[in-house]
Nanobody, 123 residues
């Protein structure tokens, strides 16, 4: 499974961005997909996960501002990010799991990872 993220960039605080993750390869083997982020000097953290049945899980601190979705027909995962804050600055990674995800790092039960897309939020 190959994952490629896009949509990152520089945005002012309060703005919005939508990240995309295109999946290819053995898509049939994927159960859950998710977004994760890693800020400079910090550990990678879970942002949101969605199952094939569109059941979603969000880290509590981001619930309400971020929305995860997937288009199975396009093999694409999305993350809509609203009311962005400078603390949201990080490399955002897309990941996929053959089985269930875990809410514990560092790999959160994910089997495949993209290379990331950088989101920078200016004050």
């Amino acid at each position: 499974v190959h994952l490629v993220e896009s949509g990152g960039g520089l945005v002012q605080a309060g703005g919005s961005l939508r990240l995309s993750c295109a999946a290819s390869g053995s898509i049939f083997s994927i159960n859950a997909m998710g977004w994760f982020r890693q800020a400079p000097g910090k550990e990678r953290e879970l942002v949101a996960v969605i199952s094939t049945g569109s059941i979603t899980y969000y880290v509590n601190s981001l619930r309400g501002r971020f929305t995860i979705s997937r288009d199975n027909a396009k093999n694409t995962l999305y993350l809509q990010m609203n009311r962005l804050k400078p603390d949201d600055t990080a490399m955002y990674y897309c990941a996929a799991a053959r089985g269930s995800f875990s809410d514990s790092g560092p790999d959160y039960g994910m089997d495949y990872w993209g290379k990331g897309t950088l989101v920078t939020v200016s004050a």
